[in-house]
C-alpha cells in the first residue's frame, strides 16, 4: 500500500468562537488525487493553508510527507508545489523569467534552473510565449504558467487552490490535461473545487 502523503484526523481550525474546519480526517496515499468539493466557505481553503503549512491548525494531527504541518513548516512548503486560487505572477517579467527567478529561491543551481524552466515551458505549451510579458497572457495561460512555476523545485504534492475558476471550457480541458500528465508521473494532487465534474475526475 503507497505511504501517506497526508494525513489528518480531528484537524481543527479556529478564529476566536468559529470554527472555520471543524475536525475533519483524511488520508490522501502518495499518487493519489483528492478532491475538497464544497461552496464557498465551506473551509477548503483554510485546509489548504493548514496543509501547506502557511497557517496552524488549533487541534487534531496533521501530517504532510510525514511531518507534523505545525512544527516544520520551511521543511514541508520545500517540497511542495502551490498554485493559489488567485494568479500571483509577477507581471513586471516574462515567462520564461518568472520560472528562473522562482526557481532561483529554491537555491537551484543557474544551470538546473534553466534546464527545467524549458522542460517546464514546453509541458504547459507556453514555449513560444516565453519571452512574452506575463499581462498579455490568457487566463488560461496564467494558469498553466502559475502550475508549471509550482513543478520548478520537482515537488512531490501538489496543492491546487480552484484551479480552474474563471477559465472557459477549452482552457479547462487543457489544463486538465496537463494534470493528468503530473498524475501518471507520480505526483500526488490535491485541489479545491466547487464544480462537481471536476471533483469526479
Keep these: 500500500m503507497p505511504?501517506?502523503?497526508?494525513?489528518?484526523?480531528?484537524?481543527?481550525?479556529?478564529?476566536?468562537?468559529?470554527?472555520?474546519?471543524?475536525?475533519?480526517?483524511?488520508d490522501i496515499k502518495a499518487g493519489e488525487s483528492f478532491g475538497f468539493l464544497g461552496p464557498n466557505g465551506a473551509g477548503k481553503s483554510t485546509t489548504m493553508r493548514m496543509i501547506a503549512a502557511t497557517s496552524l491548525r488549533t487541534e487534531g494531527r496533521l501530517e504532510v510527507l510525514g511531518l507534523d504541518a505545525n512544527e516544520n513548516g520551511p521543511e514541508i512548503r520545500s517540497m511542495l508545489g502551490i498554485v493559489p486560487q488567485a494568479d500571483n505572477l509577477d507581471e513586471e517579467l516574462r515567462v520564461r523569467e518568472n520560472l528562473y527567478v522562482y526557481g532561483r529561491y529554491f537555491g537551484l543551481s543557474r544551470a538546473?534552473?534553466?534546464?527545467?524552466?524549458?522542460?517546464?515551458?514546453?509541458?504547459?505549451?507556453?514555449?513560444?510565449?516565453?519571452?512574452?510579458?506575463?499581462?498579455?497572457?490568457?487566463?488560461?495561460?496564467?494558469?498553466?504558467?502559475?502550475?508549471?512555476?509550482a513543478l520548478m523545485n520537482e515537488p512531490k504534492v501538489m496543492l491546487l487552490d480552484e484551479p480552474t475558476t474563471g477559465l472557459d471550457p477549452q482552457a479547462r480541458h487543457v489544463l486538465w490535461d496537463r494534470l493528468f500528465r503530473l498524475k501518471e508521473r507520480g505526483t500526488t494532487l490535491v485541489l479545491t473545487t466547487h464544480y462537481m465534474d471536476e471533483a469526479e475526475q
Design 112 to 149: 538546473v534552473v534553466n534546464e527545467r524552466a524549458d522542460a517546464l515551458l514546453e509541458f504547459a505549451q507556453l514555449v513560444e510565449k516565453k519571452k512574452a510579458r506575463v499581462d498579455a497572457l490568457s487566463g488560461g495561460m496564467k494558469r498553466r504558467l502559475t502550475i508549471a512555476r
Design 3 to 26: 505511504e501517506s502523503h497526508i494525513f489528518a484526523e480531528g484537524l481543527t481550525k479556529r478564529y476566536g468562537d468559529f470554527a472555520a474546519v471543524d475536525g475533519i480526517d483524511f
